[in-house]
């Protein structure tokens, strides 16, 4: 079983930066992908930025040239640094994880989740 457990949310001001965390613990022999998704009150659960274990990342485009996806593959925890913060920004931000365990058995792990607000 794996498990993320994920920090840095918080409320910030329009313009602002906010730092994410997401650590992964458990039965892991390697993870393929991390990711951040979020989800806005009333609205559907979308991706934000995905980042594979030789660093290729994506991102969605209203995040592009904003937000900053990494990684450590050592400590098997993804970032996701978020600068120019806007309103439309809050929701709750979750972590993903697809890999494989020590058994390599896949799975596909997801976060408790942490809410991000801008506001002024």
């Known amino acids: 079983q794996v498990q993320l457990v994920e920090s840095g949310g918080g409320l910030v001001q329009p313009g602002g930066s906010l730092r994410l965390s997401c650590a992964a613990s458990?039965?892991?022999?390697?993870?393929?992908?991390m990711g951040w998704y979020r989800q806005a009150p009333g609205k559907q659960r979308e991706l934000v930025a995905t980042?594979?274990?030789?660093?290729?990342?994506t991102y969605r485009e209203s995040v592009k040239g904003r937000f900053t996806i990494s990684r450590d593959n050592a400590k098997n925890t993804v970032y996701l640094q978020m600068n120019s913060l806007k309103p439309e920004d809050t929701a709750v931000y979750y972590c993903n994880a697809d890999g494989s365990d020590s058994d390599q058995r896949l799975f596909g792990s997801w976060g408790q989740g942490t809410q991000v607000t801008v506001s002024s």
């Open positions: 980042i594979t274990s030789v660093g290729t990342t």
């Open positions: 458990g039965s892991i022999f390697s993870i393929y992908v």
